[in-house]
């Protein structure tokens, strides 16, 4: 079965950097847009960044400048580097991605990993 598996959540200071990978596991046969979004407590889930199958990158405001979405298609990955960590930042990150399994046939199908708690102290 597919899955997706973020790491490299923690506690840091503000003005510290993390970074937050999603690997994507099973039988893929290819893979369209991976996205990083986030959920604060009592927040509704926001996009903060994403990365199109076709190249685009497109960031939330509040991140662009301070975060870089990267991937890796030979390694099934997503990342997400981190800087200049404000504690606004703090949230559950999870990782989203359009997969299409050996043997869908057509089309993707939408998958969530289980998130990544990221701290972030004053």
């Known amino acids: 079965q597919v899955q997706l598996v973020e790491s490299g959540g923690g506690l840091v200071q503000a003005g510290g950097s993390l970074r937050l990978s999603c690997a994507a596991s099973g039988s893929i046969f290819r893979i369209n847009d991976m996205t990083w979004y986030r959920q604060a407590p009592g927040k509704q889930r926001e996009l903060v960044a994403t990365?199109?199958?076709?190249?685009?990158?497109n960031y939330a405001d509040s991140v662009k400048g301070r975060f870089t979405i990267s991937r890796d298609n030979a390694k099934n990955t997503v990342y997400l580097q981190m800087n200049s960590l404000k504690p606004e930042d703090t949230a559950v990150y999870y990782c989203n991605a359009d997969i299409s399994p050996v043997g869908y046939g057509r089309g993707f199908s939408n998958y969530w990993g289980q998130g990544t708690q990221v701290t972030v102290s004053s």
């Open positions: 990365f199109t199958g076709g190249g685009r990158i």
